[in-house]
């Protein structure tokens, strides 16, 4: 039957394109009570992820949109990279938006992460607060000389710190290297959401950073990714160097329920990943992707994905070749 090999050609074709449509996702979070269909909930949410998918002023990376009133407001927050592209933040964003609906269909308060965005929802006041749960990626390649490299890494991750958290309302984002030894050097990337103040974005960074020695200690790279701030490092360059906004343009002063003005281009990757006990949730973008790493998942006790139990699941990422062949 000559029909059968175009029949094996074709499935392999929609098993590539669901590869490469799923490919920048890192961790997602279900979490809160849940609604039923048809509630005013669901329809707050439903108006609030298309207004989102049809909205083209989100330029400058970062956007916050609320419908609703009272007890049935929705509330969002979404965030991309500081490097990427406007072009790969909106791909992104516009995924989200049918993704995460589709990976926590029941709850009030989801959150996911790619790697070129993180995007969440909720039915409770997530603006101008930043929260501490986050998971934890690493390379799996260790240092020779941990002591060595630490000192350096100290000093990039707190001058990133500075930068960061000294942005403003459109952007708290910095990236940066510092020498390990010879000619290897140490990239680094930190952010936090824009609607942080610098003082919440430096604590955030801070407490992300003393995480290091929970599960990254030793590791030629490493990231650990929450709602409100994020950072990663590694021996090589994973992102691109941001454009700068203009300085003589003001800086916009977030309102609830409205987008921020666009920003410049902006436009990113370790790997393993744990997170810890508090929701909290793993993706190659149009940058650099990594190198294939080991990655080891231990979701949160409570709420992350759906279930109440921890569990422990090594996952070994590989490079995808998608083919098909024709039988004669």
């Not at 499935?11 to 920048?24: H, K, P, Q, R, T």
């Not at 070129?116 to 101008?128: G, L, P, V």
């Not at 409100?228 to 977030?254: D, G």
């Not at 436009?267 to 793993?282: D, E, N, T, Y």
Request: charged share 15%; aromatic share 10%.
């Amino acid at each position: 039957m000559r029909f059968f090999p175009w029949l094996l050609f074709l499935v392999s074709i929609i098993v590539c394109l669901a590869c490469a449509e799923d490919e920048s996702y890192l961790f997602h979070i279900c979490s809160g009570a849940n609604y039923t269909s048809n509630t005013t909930y669901q329809k707050n949410l439903n108006r609030l992820l298309s207004s989102l998918s049809s909205n083209n002023d989100i330029n400058y990376g970062f956007y916050n949109f609320s419908e609703g009133e009272v007890s049935d407001r929705v509330s969002s927050i979404g965030l991309c990279r500081g490097d990427v592209s406007q072009a790969a933040c909106r791909r992104c964003v516009d995924f989200s938006t049918t993704d995460l609906p589709r990976r926590c269909p029941t709850q009030k308060e989801a959150i996911v992460w790619y790697d070129n965005c993180m995007f969440r929802y909720s039915n409770r006041s997530i603006f101008h607060s930043w929260e501490n749960h986050s998971f934890y990626m690493w390379n799996m390649n260790n240092v020779s000389d941990w002591n060595k490299f630490n000192q350096s890494l100290e000093g990039l991750l707190s001058s990133l710190q500075e930068r960061a958290s000294s942005g403003d309302s459109r952007r708290k984002f910095a990236v940066g290297d510092a020498e390990y030894a010879n000619s290897t050097r140490i990239y680094g990337l930190a952010q936090c959401t824009p609607d942080l103040t610098g003082a919440q974005c430096s604590n955030c960074l801070s407490e992300s950073f003393g995480r290091i020695g929970e599960r990254i200690a030793g590791k030629q790279g490493g990231r650990v990714i929450g709602p409100s701030c994020n950072f990663r490092f590694e021996i090589n360059q994973f992102y691109e160097m941001p454009p700068q906004p203009p300085i003589s343009s003001p800086a916009p002063q977030p309102s609830d329920g409205a987008p921020l003005p666009p920003l410049p281009s902006p436009a990113p990757q370790p790997s393993a990943i744990v997170p810890p006990p508090s929701p909290s949730p793993p993706a190659p973008s149009d940058i650099l992707p990594p190198p294939p790493t080991a990655t080891n998942v231990v979701p949160p006790p409570t709420g992350g994905g759906g279930s109440n139990k921890s569990r422990n699941i090594i996952i070994i990422t590989i490079s995808t070749v998608c083919f098909s062949f024709l039988l004669f």
